[in-house]
Protein backbone atom coordinates (compact mmCIF):
# COMPACT_ATOMS: atom_id res chain seq x y z
CA UNK A 1 0.00 0.00 0.00
CA UNK A 2 1.35 3.41 -0.78
CA UNK A 3 -0.81 6.27 1.25
CA UNK A 4 -1.22 9.55 0.11
CA UNK A 5 -0.07 10.90 3.81
CA UNK A 6 1.75 8.51 6.36
CA UNK A 7 2.61 10.42 9.32
CA UNK A 8 3.91 7.00 11.05
CA UNK A 9 7.51 7.48 9.03
CA UNK A 10 8.08 10.80 10.63
CA UNK A 11 7.03 10.42 13.80
CA UNK A 12 9.38 6.91 13.60
CA UNK A 13 12.05 8.89 12.88
CA UNK A 14 11.77 11.47 15.48
CA UNK A 15 10.46 9.34 18.29
CA UNK A 16 13.07 9.05 20.72
CA UNK A 17 13.42 13.33 20.83
CA UNK A 18 9.62 13.80 20.61
CA UNK A 19 8.94 11.45 23.32
CA UNK A 20 10.79 13.10 25.54
CA UNK A 21 9.85 16.60 24.65
CA UNK A 22 6.07 15.37 25.72
CA UNK A 23 7.74 13.59 28.54
CA UNK A 24 9.80 17.05 29.98
CA UNK A 25 6.50 18.65 29.51
CA UNK A 26 4.54 17.10 31.35
CA UNK A 27 7.21 16.67 34.03
CA UNK A 28 7.13 20.32 34.64
CA UNK A 29 3.12 20.33 34.67
CA UNK A 30 3.53 23.97 32.32
CA UNK A 31 0.64 22.83 29.95
CA UNK A 32 -0.70 26.82 28.95
CA UNK A 33 1.59 29.25 27.41
CA UNK A 34 4.36 27.93 28.87
CA UNK A 35 8.06 28.00 27.73
CA UNK A 36 7.64 26.09 24.48
CA UNK A 37 5.04 28.30 23.17
CA UNK A 38 7.43 31.22 24.14
CA UNK A 39 10.39 29.57 22.45
CA UNK A 40 8.26 29.04 19.03
CA UNK A 41 7.25 31.85 18.40
CA UNK A 42 10.19 33.32 18.47
CA UNK A 43 11.82 31.05 16.78
CA UNK A 44 9.27 30.50 14.14
CA UNK A 45 9.25 34.42 13.83
CA UNK A 46 12.99 34.56 13.38
CA UNK A 47 12.48 31.90 10.44
CA UNK A 48 10.11 33.84 8.73
CA UNK A 49 11.38 37.11 8.80
CA UNK A 50 9.05 38.72 10.69
CA UNK A 51 8.66 40.85 14.53
CA UNK A 52 6.29 38.80 15.82
CA UNK A 53 4.62 35.17 16.31
CA UNK A 54 1.69 34.71 18.55
CA UNK A 55 0.70 30.85 18.72
CA UNK A 56 -2.92 30.03 18.62
CA UNK A 57 -4.76 26.53 19.02
CA UNK A 58 -5.60 25.69 15.21
CA UNK A 59 -5.14 27.65 12.07
CA UNK A 60 -9.09 28.15 11.96
CA UNK A 61 -8.71 30.39 15.15
CA UNK A 62 -5.27 31.87 13.48
CA UNK A 63 -8.07 33.30 10.39
CA UNK A 64 -10.42 34.33 12.49
CA UNK A 65 -8.20 36.25 15.18
CA UNK A 66 -6.29 37.83 12.48
CA UNK A 67 -9.51 39.06 10.39
CA UNK A 68 -10.77 40.42 14.51
CA UNK A 69 -7.95 42.00 15.56
CA UNK A 70 -7.59 43.78 12.32
CA UNK A 71 -11.02 45.47 13.15
CA UNK A 72 -12.81 43.35 9.91
CA UNK A 73 -16.39 43.06 10.74
CA UNK A 74 -20.22 43.84 9.26
CA UNK A 75 -20.37 45.87 6.58
CA UNK A 76 -16.97 44.83 5.20
CA UNK A 77 -15.81 42.93 2.19
CA UNK A 78 -13.24 40.32 1.98
CA UNK A 79 -12.10 39.28 -1.28
CA UNK A 80 -11.33 35.31 -0.99
CA UNK A 81 -10.36 32.08 -3.66
CA UNK A 82 -13.13 30.37 -4.67
CA UNK A 83 -10.27 27.28 -4.69
CA UNK A 84 -9.29 26.69 -1.15
CA UNK A 85 -10.06 24.56 2.13
CA UNK A 86 -13.19 26.16 3.45
CA UNK A 87 -11.95 27.59 6.75
CA UNK A 88 -10.35 30.18 4.94
CA UNK A 89 -14.02 31.57 4.20
CA UNK A 90 -15.54 30.65 7.25
CA UNK A 91 -13.10 33.06 9.21
CA UNK A 92 -14.80 35.64 7.19
CA UNK A 93 -18.32 34.70 7.80
CA UNK A 94 -17.40 34.52 11.70
CA UNK A 95 -16.23 37.82 12.27
CA UNK A 96 -19.55 39.29 10.48
CA UNK A 97 -18.00 40.34 7.28
CA UNK A 98 -18.85 39.50 3.35
CA UNK A 99 -16.49 37.03 1.41
CA UNK A 100 -16.19 38.03 -2.29
CA UNK A 101 -14.89 35.26 -3.92
CA UNK A 102 -12.41 35.15 -6.84
CA UNK A 103 -11.79 32.48 -9.71
CA UNK A 104 -8.00 31.09 -9.72
CA UNK A 105 -4.96 31.30 -11.88
CA UNK A 106 -3.34 29.03 -14.12
CA UNK A 107 -0.96 28.42 -10.49
CA UNK A 108 -4.61 27.45 -8.60
CA UNK A 109 -3.73 31.06 -6.71
CA UNK A 110 -5.90 34.48 -6.84
CA UNK A 111 -6.60 35.73 -10.18
CA UNK A 112 -4.68 39.25 -10.37
CA UNK A 113 -6.75 40.79 -13.06
CA UNK A 114 -10.37 39.24 -10.84
CA UNK A 115 -9.15 40.64 -7.99
CA UNK A 116 -8.72 44.41 -9.12
CA UNK A 117 -12.30 43.99 -10.57
CA UNK A 118 -13.44 43.12 -7.42
CA UNK A 119 -12.30 45.73 -4.68
CA UNK A 120 -15.13 48.01 -4.10
CA UNK A 121 -15.70 51.27 -1.33
CA UNK A 122 -16.57 48.00 1.33
CA UNK A 123 -13.22 46.30 0.52
CA UNK A 124 -11.39 45.70 4.07
CA UNK A 125 -8.93 43.13 2.88
CA UNK A 126 -7.69 40.34 0.27
CA UNK A 127 -7.02 37.04 2.00
CA UNK A 128 -4.04 35.17 -0.38
CA UNK A 129 -4.19 31.34 0.13
CA UNK A 130 -0.51 30.00 -1.08
CA UNK A 131 -2.33 27.49 -2.23
CA UNK A 132 -0.84 23.26 -2.54
CA UNK A 133 2.37 24.99 -1.79
CA UNK A 134 3.12 27.92 -4.05
CA UNK A 135 3.05 30.94 -3.30
CA UNK A 136 0.52 33.86 -4.58
CA UNK A 137 1.61 36.90 -7.01
CA UNK A 138 2.87 38.39 -3.90
CA UNK A 139 4.58 42.09 -5.56
CA UNK A 140 0.84 42.58 -7.23
CA UNK A 141 -1.32 41.98 -3.74
CA UNK A 142 1.26 44.10 -2.07
CA UNK A 143 0.90 47.07 -4.68
CA UNK A 144 -2.84 46.28 -4.95
CA UNK A 145 -3.47 46.37 -1.48
CA UNK A 146 -1.11 49.33 -0.37
CA UNK A 147 -2.85 51.99 -3.21
CA UNK A 148 -6.26 51.12 -2.12
CA UNK A 149 -5.82 51.06 1.41
CA UNK A 150 -6.53 47.65 2.16
CA UNK A 151 -4.93 44.69 4.83
CA UNK A 152 -3.40 41.79 2.85
CA UNK A 153 -3.48 38.52 4.85
CA UNK A 154 -2.01 35.51 4.06
CA UNK A 155 -2.69 32.10 4.27
CA UNK A 156 0.07 30.33 5.01
CA UNK A 157 -1.42 26.93 5.82
CA UNK A 158 -0.20 25.08 2.94
CA UNK A 159 3.30 26.71 2.39
CA UNK A 160 5.07 27.28 5.44
CA UNK A 161 8.72 27.70 3.83
CA UNK A 162 7.63 28.54 0.70
CA UNK A 163 9.54 31.73 -1.02
CA UNK A 164 8.88 34.15 -3.55
CA UNK A 165 11.81 36.27 -4.63
CA UNK A 166 13.75 34.18 -2.09
CA UNK A 167 11.48 36.45 0.65
CA UNK A 168 9.16 33.55 3.03
CA UNK A 169 5.65 34.02 2.51
CA UNK A 170 4.18 35.18 5.82
CA UNK A 171 6.25 38.18 5.72
CA UNK A 172 4.27 40.27 3.34
CA UNK A 173 1.09 40.67 4.33
CA UNK A 174 -0.04 42.94 7.45
CA UNK A 175 -0.83 39.64 8.95
CA UNK A 176 -0.01 35.84 8.11
CA UNK A 177 -2.08 32.65 9.51
CA UNK A 178 -0.55 29.23 9.93
CA UNK A 179 -2.06 26.07 10.63
CA UNK A 180 -0.23 23.07 11.96
CA UNK A 181 -2.76 20.74 11.66
CA UNK A 182 -0.82 17.36 11.26
CA UNK A 183 -1.12 16.71 7.45
CA UNK A 184 0.96 20.56 6.71
CA UNK A 185 4.00 20.34 6.12
CA UNK A 186 5.31 21.17 9.73
CA UNK A 187 2.80 19.13 11.66
CA UNK A 188 1.30 19.21 15.59
CA UNK A 189 -0.08 15.70 16.54
CA UNK A 190 -2.93 17.73 17.04
CA UNK A 191 -4.94 21.37 16.14
CA UNK A 192 -2.12 24.06 16.32
CA UNK A 193 -1.74 27.51 14.15
CA UNK A 194 0.39 30.98 14.12
CA UNK A 195 -0.37 34.18 13.67
CA UNK A 196 2.24 36.46 11.85
CA UNK A 197 2.75 40.42 11.99
CA UNK A 198 5.16 43.20 12.37
CA UNK A 199 2.61 45.42 13.62
CA UNK A 200 3.29 46.35 16.83
CA UNK A 201 -0.42 47.49 18.20
CA UNK A 202 -2.03 43.89 15.95
CA UNK A 203 0.42 41.51 17.91
CA UNK A 204 -0.63 43.12 21.43
CA UNK A 205 -4.02 42.94 20.32
CA UNK A 206 -4.10 39.20 19.42
CA UNK A 207 -2.63 38.16 22.83
CA UNK A 208 -5.22 39.26 24.53
CA UNK A 209 -7.80 38.04 22.38
CA UNK A 210 -6.03 34.44 22.27
CA UNK A 211 -6.33 34.28 25.72
CA UNK A 212 -9.86 35.79 27.33
CA UNK A 213 -9.16 39.57 26.38
CA UNK A 214 -7.03 39.44 29.49
CA UNK A 215 -4.26 41.85 29.05
CA UNK A 216 -2.72 40.42 32.46
CA UNK A 217 -4.14 37.75 34.58
CA UNK A 218 -8.22 38.47 35.26
CA UNK A 219 -8.11 42.13 33.54
CA UNK A 220 -9.85 41.50 30.57
CA UNK A 221 -9.34 44.52 28.28
CA UNK A 222 -11.46 42.82 25.31
CA UNK A 223 -13.59 40.32 24.65
CA UNK A 224 -11.49 37.54 23.60
CA UNK A 225 -11.33 34.04 23.55
CA UNK A 226 -9.53 30.64 24.45
CA UNK A 227 -7.53 30.01 21.61
CA UNK A 228 -4.28 29.52 23.37
CA UNK A 229 -1.25 27.06 21.80
CA UNK A 230 -0.54 24.54 24.18
CA UNK A 231 2.77 23.75 25.47
CA UNK A 232 2.91 20.08 24.22
CA UNK A 233 2.17 21.22 20.70
CA UNK A 234 4.89 23.75 20.42
CA UNK A 235 7.70 21.42 22.24
CA UNK A 236 6.83 18.96 19.36
CA UNK A 237 6.84 21.63 16.73
CA UNK A 238 10.14 23.26 17.68
CA UNK A 239 11.88 19.65 17.09
CA UNK A 240 9.77 19.93 13.67
CA UNK A 241 11.24 23.26 12.64
CA UNK A 242 14.28 22.41 12.92
CA UNK A 243 14.02 20.16 10.08
CA UNK A 244 11.50 22.09 7.92
CA UNK A 245 13.96 22.93 5.27
CA UNK A 246 14.90 19.32 4.68
CA UNK A 247 11.47 17.93 4.51
CA UNK A 248 10.35 20.86 1.54
CA UNK A 249 13.42 20.20 -0.49
CA UNK A 250 12.64 16.63 -0.09
CA UNK A 251 9.01 17.10 -1.53
CA UNK A 252 10.58 19.47 -4.26
CA UNK A 253 13.07 16.15 -4.86
CA UNK A 254 9.80 14.17 -5.19
CA UNK A 255 7.60 16.47 -7.19
CA UNK A 256 10.74 16.77 -10.27
CA UNK A 257 10.72 12.89 -9.73
CA UNK A 258 6.76 12.90 -10.79
CA UNK A 259 7.40 15.37 -13.42
CA UNK A 260 10.26 13.66 -14.87
CA UNK A 261 8.38 9.74 -14.83
CA UNK A 262 5.12 11.73 -16.37
CA UNK A 263 6.67 13.14 -18.79
CA UNK A 264 8.55 9.99 -19.96
CA UNK A 265 5.00 8.25 -20.10
CA UNK A 266 3.25 11.22 -22.10
CA UNK A 267 0.24 10.73 -19.75
CA UNK A 268 -2.94 12.21 -20.36
CA UNK A 269 -2.62 14.74 -17.16
CA UNK A 270 -1.76 18.23 -16.93
CA UNK A 271 1.31 19.39 -14.41
CA UNK A 272 1.57 21.69 -12.05
CA UNK A 273 2.96 24.68 -13.41
CA UNK A 274 5.27 26.64 -10.85
CA UNK A 275 6.20 30.41 -11.33
CA UNK A 276 9.29 32.32 -11.83
CA UNK A 277 11.29 33.33 -8.57
CA UNK A 278 9.52 30.75 -6.75
CA UNK A 279 10.12 27.87 -3.99
CA UNK A 280 7.38 25.64 -4.16
CA UNK A 281 6.93 23.54 -1.08
CA UNK A 282 4.31 21.13 -2.50
CA UNK A 283 1.95 20.56 0.15
CA UNK A 284 0.09 18.64 -2.33
CA UNK A 285 0.99 17.71 -5.90
CA UNK A 286 -1.82 18.32 -7.78
CA UNK A 287 -2.06 16.95 -11.29
CA UNK A 288 -5.15 17.41 -13.68
CA UNK A 289 -6.52 14.07 -15.77
CA UNK A 290 -7.43 15.35 -19.07
CA UNK A 291 -10.62 14.58 -20.59
CA UNK A 292 -11.89 13.58 -24.23
CA UNK A 293 -15.56 14.25 -23.53
CA UNK A 294 -16.98 17.47 -24.86
CA UNK A 295 -19.52 17.38 -21.86
CA UNK A 296 -17.44 16.25 -19.21
CA UNK A 297 -19.23 18.61 -17.23
CA UNK A 298 -22.52 16.80 -17.50
CA UNK A 299 -21.00 13.20 -16.81
CA UNK A 300 -22.06 11.08 -13.66
CA UNK A 301 -18.65 9.84 -13.02
CA UNK A 302 -15.80 11.51 -13.99
CA UNK A 303 -12.51 10.24 -15.26
CA UNK A 304 -11.07 11.69 -12.67
CA UNK A 305 -13.40 9.33 -10.29
CA UNK A 306 -12.36 6.14 -12.18
CA UNK A 307 -8.88 6.44 -12.46
CA UNK A 308 -8.56 7.31 -8.22
CA UNK A 309 -10.91 4.36 -7.37
CA UNK A 310 -9.30 1.71 -9.59
CA UNK A 311 -5.58 3.06 -8.10
CA UNK A 312 -6.92 2.33 -4.40
CA UNK A 313 -9.19 -0.63 -5.27
CA UNK A 314 -6.69 -2.67 -7.55
CA UNK A 315 -3.18 -1.23 -6.09
CA UNK A 316 -3.91 0.29 -2.89
CA UNK A 317 -2.71 3.42 -3.99
CA UNK A 318 -3.87 6.58 -2.31
CA UNK A 319 -4.84 10.08 -3.53
CA UNK A 320 -6.99 13.17 -2.85
CA UNK A 321 -8.56 15.94 -4.02
CA UNK A 322 -8.18 19.08 -2.73
CA UNK A 323 -11.28 20.39 -3.66
CA UNK A 324 -14.27 18.08 -4.85
CA UNK A 325 -16.76 21.59 -3.87
CA UNK A 326 -15.43 25.27 -4.75
CA UNK A 327 -16.42 27.92 -1.67
CA UNK A 328 -19.09 29.05 -3.33
CA UNK A 329 -20.89 26.11 -4.45
CA UNK A 330 -20.93 24.69 -0.78
CA UNK A 331 -24.47 24.48 0.68
CA UNK A 332 -23.85 26.55 3.69
CA UNK A 333 -23.07 29.63 1.07
CA UNK A 334 -25.80 28.99 -1.15
CA UNK A 335 -26.55 32.85 -1.62
CA UNK A 336 -23.33 32.21 -4.00
CA UNK A 337 -24.15 29.58 -6.10
CA UNK A 338 -24.92 32.10 -9.01
CA UNK A 339 -21.56 33.47 -8.68
CA UNK A 340 -19.12 32.99 -11.20
CA UNK A 341 -15.61 31.33 -10.91
CA UNK A 342 -15.56 28.77 -13.90
CA UNK A 343 -12.28 27.46 -13.27
CA UNK A 344 -12.70 26.48 -9.86
CA UNK A 345 -15.90 24.90 -10.83
CA UNK A 346 -14.13 23.36 -13.08
CA UNK A 347 -11.15 21.90 -11.63
CA UNK A 348 -12.53 20.62 -8.80
CA UNK A 349 -14.03 17.93 -11.18
CA UNK A 350 -10.37 17.56 -12.98
CA UNK A 351 -7.97 17.68 -10.45
CA UNK A 352 -6.16 14.51 -8.29
CA UNK A 353 -3.82 15.11 -5.60
CA UNK A 354 -1.00 12.48 -5.71
CA UNK A 355 0.94 10.72 -3.00
CA UNK A 356 3.05 13.45 -1.54
CA UNK A 357 4.71 13.45 2.39
CA UNK A 358 8.57 13.74 2.37
CA UNK A 359 9.41 9.92 3.53
CA UNK A 360 7.76 8.96 0.14
CA UNK A 361 11.08 6.93 -1.73
CA UNK A 362 11.65 7.12 -5.47
CA UNK A 363 10.39 3.38 -5.95
CA UNK A 364 6.86 4.51 -4.74
CA UNK A 365 7.32 7.45 -6.48
CA UNK A 366 7.06 5.32 -9.79
CA UNK A 367 4.92 2.80 -8.77
CA UNK A 368 2.34 5.64 -8.61
CA UNK A 369 3.11 6.39 -11.93
CA UNK A 370 3.60 3.22 -13.30
CA UNK A 371 -0.11 1.90 -11.76
CA UNK A 372 -1.63 5.95 -12.96
CA UNK A 373 -0.56 5.28 -16.58
CA UNK A 374 -2.22 1.59 -16.55
CA UNK A 375 -5.68 3.28 -14.77
CA UNK A 376 -5.75 6.08 -17.54
CA UNK A 377 -6.08 3.40 -20.05
Same mark, same amino acid.
Given at each position: MIPSLDLKRQYQQLKPEIDKAIM?????????????????????ANYIGVKHAIGVNSGSASLILALEALGIGAGDEVIVPAN????????????????????????????????????????????????????????????????? *?????? $??? =? @?????? !?? &?????FGHVACVSFYPGKNIGAYGDGGIILTNIDT?????????????????????? *?????? $??? =? @?????? !?? &???DTWNQKRANLAVIYKDLIKRKNLQVVLPKV?????????????????????????????? $?????????????????????????QPCYKEYFNVSCPKAVKNARLLLSLPMFPELTYDEVKEVVDKLEVCLK
Open positions: DVCAKGMFCLGENVKALEEEVTYIATVFAVSHVGATPVFVDHDDYYNLNIDIVKEKITKNTKAIIAVHLYGQPCKMDELVDITAAS *GIFLVE $DCA =Q @AFGATY !KD &KKVGSIEKRLRMLRNDGQSEKYEHTII *GYNERL $DEI =Q @AAILRI !KL &KHIMNNVKHVYHQFVIKIKHNEDNWYVLTELKR $DIVRKKLWEDYQIGTGIHYPTPCHK
